[in-house]
């Protein structure tokens, strides 16, 4: 793992037991999930994780909850049934780890697919290929970068295509590392 | 929230910032200010007032509203005041100008546009330091750069509150202000205050990030610019003791102002020291015009700051310190905005019109929308012109300044030529270019912000992602 995963301090005091969520008799009636998923979030107690099981890898919401704070961890029940642990993570203290704006869900996500060193490269350049990149993606995978610079004109740019990132510069200082994490739908 | 990527006017504010420059440049072509009438004289102020406010101070405040946002990844507070911020300071050096008018004589409309100007330029900036400090926050301040904005909008709030009772006092509407002596003593520390704290300082502090960013060179230590901060911000503390003593009813004497002037320098030798091995240490190897042409900035900076202070120190005659100002106002602000204007407009008129399709179609390259070598030109007449103003102003050859501003008029004119053919994309490949209802404008702020074509998840046909 390239870039340091951000510090988490385990919360204080004792963790309520996860809310239980089982949608697939919803899914099975034909009915939508996403509200009841969204009211039994909003129903959750601070510090409480939600277990939701269902008839396929809901992969879309982690990124829904993760901009709630809440990372995901998942695991197949067999029959094509998940079963998905979403839990609040604790704050990340951005200031000494991640450039303001990084993502706080960014320890909870998957390894990098793809890596790109673009410390050569002239801006815009690492701007341009990192979205080109970001376009040959599936949602959810994650790219890595290493770069010259904090990318300040990439990152607005990232938010309004709804790709999620958490970055910051090694400890030496030369180098900037990027992790981000493509959103939304894949382009046909 | 999506954070803009662009603030909504800062193309305006930088037109309207040139426009007033090419204004000042004519008058002084025109043979009016300074040297041929007094510095002081109403007719100098009225130059000094329209390049010092009209024109670096909108085009610093036009940045600074671009980049603050994007440096602190936060929107920007208080974002539809930019326009009334941009409109009340306008309206302001326009009253300005006029009370200046009828101290000189060529007017007799009333003096009390004096105190009204320092009013409004007072709010319309008072406005813009709220948006750019709301903007920062807190986080801001753990960044040199948003420290020395910080420091910079101090001095900003401390000049334009003596610019303002002069005002008042030239249109006797403050006797009692008047009877402290605060003018003419005061005005070298309002001057200190106004170009040395807010445009010197901020402009360090852009500077660092700029050229750091455009060289591709790692960041100076932070013990370095904190060193320079630091001198900057014990000659603002002086100049404002000068101020206040004054006001007070004391002589400060001759040693603060030495002693600001002296500090003041001594940030500006460091700091050129600090860019000197930007440039030494950077990753890029070929310059673009905007690094090239800010050399020429750098290296009026050094002359400048060097100079300057014992010129004051040991009492040189008007003309030597007048040129030097010059020399430090014209070849290195001015040199400076002007040679980043081309980038930060080529750049963000980029970002404009092909962010979006970065990834998704070809896109020009940035340094397609800028027509070299036409550009180049441009900067070197303006350099060429400030060279030529300096040795004219430092010997009292009035009619080669004249000339040598002309060179200068005719560089900002050609500058703001190319930089709306850049705003138009007049010079990209046709193919590249956006249809017309989807091009930049030159003026006003970008079209609303496309949709992502990534619609919030909603359904659970949308959830299902089973192969």
Known sequence: MPLSRPPTSSTEGPEPNPRELDVRPLLKAGQEPFEVIMAAVDALAPGQSLRLVASFRPVPLFSVMARRGYAAADHALGDGDWEVLFSPHAEVRTDEALAVGSSPAAAAWADPIEALDLRELDPPEPMIRILEALEDLQPGDV?????????????????????????????????YRLLVRRGGSPRE | MPLAAHSHWTMTFFAVALTLLAGAEGLMVAGIGYPATDLAAPESLVVVHLVVIGWLSLAMSGALLQFVPVLVSRPLAFAPLALPVLVTIVVGLAALVAGF?????????????MPVAGLLITAGFTVLALMLAGTMGGAGLVQPFGRFVAVGLASLMAALASGTAFAAIFAGRADWLAAASLLPEGTRFHALLGLGGWLGLTAF??????????????????????????????????????????????????????????????????????????????????????????????????????????????????????????????????????????????????????????????VPQVGALVAMPRTAIWLALHFAGVVAGTLALAIGAAGSFRLAILACLAGTAGLAVELVRVRRLCDVEPSLRPPVDARTRILLPPRPPRRTDDAPITTTHQLDRRP
């Open chain 1, 143 to 175: 790219l890595f970068a290493l770069l010259a610079r904090e990318p300040v004109f990439l990152f607005p740019e990232l938010t309004t295509r709804a790709h999620e990132w958490a970055g910051n510069f090694e400890a030496q200082g030369g180098t």
């Open chain 2, 101 to 113: 008018s009828v101290l000189a004589g060529w007017t007799d409309w009333t003096l009390d546009l």
């Open chain 2, 205 to 362: 502090g852009v500077g660092y990030r700029l050229f750091a960013m455009f060289l591709l060179s790692p960041d100076p230590p932070r013990r370095r610019m904190a060193a320079v901060l630091a001198c900057g911000a014990i000659a603002l503390l002086a100049a404002g003791a000068g101020l206040a003593a004054l006001g007070a009813g004391l002589d400060p004497g001759d040693l603060v102002e030495a002693a600001a002037v002296g500090a003041l320098a001594l940030a500006a030798l460091l700091h050129g020291r600090d860019v000197v091995m930007l440039y030494r240490v950077r990753h890029r190897k070929g310059l673009e015009i905007n690094m090239r042409a800010s050399i020429g900035a750098v290296a009026a900076l050094g002359i400048g700051a060097a100079l300057l202070p014992p010129a004051v120190l040991f009492g040189a005659s008007e003309r030597v310190v007048a040129a030097l100002v010059f020399l430090l106002v014209f070849g290195w602000l001015s040199g400076l905005t002007l040679a980043q204007l081309v980038k930060i407009v080529s750049f963000m008129t980029w970002l404009e019109a092909y962010g979006g399709q970065i990834g998704r179609r070809r």
